[in-house]
């Protein structure tokens, strides 16, 4: 956790929002951060154990690698809106992270929030609109206003971090989302 002294170094606007990704907003406390962690474990895994259940063996043997981070350097503040955010910041950050640095993953998820109607194709368009010749991702505002954008990503990054295949957290996220968002964005099928 950053000291106060490196948050002052920090560029001013990023920092007096506390939204710089080298440091947590100073009014954040480790007590809290560990309280929204548990809570972003528990929100991201709800339907994540009973869709993979079934085919935990057969997913075991032929789970890919978690791929490497498209970005692995700073990531940008982000947006700054004029509505409310439909997660905590800590969940809603974790999202955007995930968003940034493994599109690869998430371009493959549908999202079911009806964010078609704004051409977008996958779960990935929710947070990223454009990349910078190194990779870097310039942040959609949408996803920060959406609870579903936001829980998509999250399933899809806790059961990337736990080894899962595209595959199978695709076949997750579907079966946690299609019966009750009958439309989604016009994702392709998963690519091997």
């Not at 829980?151 to 009750?180: C, F, N, P, W």
Request: aromatic content about 6%; proline content about 9%; some cysteine.
């Amino acid at each position: 956790m950053a000291n106060g002294a490196n948050i002052a170094a920090m560029s001013g606007a990023c920092a007096r929002r506390g939204l710089c990704w080298r440091s947590l907003p100073p009014w954040t406390s480790s007590t809290s951060l560990q309280r929204w962690a548990a809570i972003a474990l528990l929100v991201a895994g709800s339907g994540a154990a009973a869709a993979c259940s079934g085919d935990r063996a057969r997913d075991t043997a032929t789970a890919a690698k978690p791929s490497a981070p498209a970005y692995a350097g700073d990531l940008p503040p982000l947006p700054r809106v004029q509505y409310a955010a439909a997660r905590p910041e800590p969940l809603t950050r974790a999202a955007y992270e995930f968003a940034g640095r493994h599109p690869d993953v998430l371009k493959q998820m549908p999202c079911f929030c009806g964010c078609e109607r704004n051409k977008h194709v996958h779960n990935g368009d929710c947070f990223v609109s454009g990349r910078e010749a190194n990779g870097r991702p310039q942040w959609s505002p949408h996803g920060i206003g959406c609870a579903i954008c936001i829980d998509v990503a999250l399933l899809a990054a806790r059961m990337h971090g736990a080894g899962s295949t595209v595959a199978a957290i695709r076949a997750a996220v579907e079966q946690k989302y299609r019966a009750e968002y009958p439309t989604s964005t016009p994702t392709p099928p998963v690519m091997p």
